[in-house]
């Protein structure tokens, strides 16, 4: 039962951390483009 419930959380927690870390990264990246938006050229 254990072993067969094993790959789900396995891939389960892979796609939450791949989603959290693109989320995060987009975070960034907006923040540094209104950042560079900010600042004259």
């Given at each position: 039962m254990i072993d067969r419930l094993l790959p789900i959380f396995a891939v389960i927690g892979i796609l939450s951390s791949v989603a959290y870390l693109s989320l995060a990264a987009w975070?960034?990246?907006?923040?540094?483009?209104?950042?560079?938006?900010?600042?004259?050229l």
């Open positions: 975070m960034i990246y907006e923040n540094v483009l209104k950042k560079r938006r900010l600042l004259p």
